[in-house]
C-alpha cells in the first residue's frame, strides 16, 4: 500500500465523497463572487456565503449533530469579509488567522492553554484554495506522524497505527493552533505527487489511512 491509495479508502464512503465533490464546486462559486462584487456584494451572495460556510461546518462534523450549530452564529457580512481577508493574504497565517476570526472556527481561546484551535479553520481553506491547503485533523497528523517516523512506509505505519489508542491520540492532537496548523500544511505540500496534485488530496489520503486503522 502507499500513500495514494489512502486516497482511494476515502473515497469508498461514496455519499461522504460526493459531499466532497459538491462543497469543491460551491468553493468555485464562491471565490467567483468574492472577486466580481468585492467589497460591494448583494444580498444573495452574502446569503451563499453563510450557506457555504454551514456546509463546511457540517462536512467537518461528518454530520453529527452535536458538532454542528456554532457557524450559524456568525453574520453573513462577517462571514463576507473573513473570506475575502484569506484569500487576499499574502501569508499562511494570515489566511488562516482570517478565518479563525469566526465564531467555531477559531475565534475563542482554550480556557486552560490560552491556545486556538485552527482544525476547523483549515477545512475553508481546504476548499478555497485545494492545491495549497489540506485539512488539519488528529487522524491525517497522526498517520503523519507515524509515516516519518517509519520511513514513509504506509504498511508498517498502519500495523504500528492499529496498536494506538485512537481516544488517547484525539486527546493529546485536540489543540492545534495556526502555526501548527500552518507548518503541517508546508508539509502537506511537500508531499505533493502526480498522484496527489493537491494539499488537499494528501491530506484525504492520510485520511483515508486512518479510516483503515481506526474505523469510525
Known amino acids: 500500500m502507499d500513500l495514494s491509495d ?5 473515497q469508498k464512503n461514496a455519499k461522504y465523497w460526493e459531499f466532497t465533490v459538491e462543497l469543491e464546486e ?7 463572487m468574492l472577486t466580481r462584487y468585492g467589497d460591494e456584494p448583494p444580498e444573495e451572495s452574502l446569503s451563499r456565503t453563510k450557506k457555504f460556510l454551514l456546509e463546511i461546518e457540517r462536512w467537518k462534523a461528518m454530520c453529527i449533530q452535536d458538532q454542528m450549530g456554532m457557524a450559524s452564529r456568525n453574520s453573513e457580512l462577517s462571514i463576507w469579509k473573513a473570506f475575502q481577508s484569506a484569500v487576499k493574504a499574502k501569508k499562511d497565517i494570515e489566511a488562516l488567522r482570517s478565518v479563525m476570526s469566526l465564531v467555531g472556527f477559531g475565534s475563542s481561546s482554550d480556557p486552560e492553554t490560552g491556545l486556538r484551535r485552527a482544525k476547523r479553520a483549515t477545512a475553508v481553506l481546504r476548499f478555497l484554495s485545494p492545491y495549497d491547503w489540506g485539512v488539519v485533523d488528529w487522524r491525517t497528523v497522526a498517520i503523519l506522524g507515524l509515516l516519518k517516523k517509519w520511513g514513509w512506509d504506509v504498511d508498517r505505519a498502519l500495523v504500528q497505527a492499529r496498536r494506538e489508542n485512537p481516544r488517547d491520540l484525539r486527546g493529546l492532537l485536540d489543540i492545534i493552533n495556526e502555526d501548527g496548523a500552518c507548518q503541517i500544511n508546508q508539509e502537506y505540500r511537500a508531499m505533493r ?3 496527489l496534485p493537491r494539499a488537499a488530496d494528501v491530506d ?7 479510516l483503515k486503522a481506526w474505523p469510525i
Open 6 to 10: 489512502g486516497l482511494k479508502e476515502y
Open 26 to 32: 460551491f468553493a468555485k462559486e464562491i471565490l467567483r
Open 193 to 195: 505527487t502526480e498522484k
Open 204 to 210: 484525504m489520503a492520510l485520511f483515508g489511512i486512518s
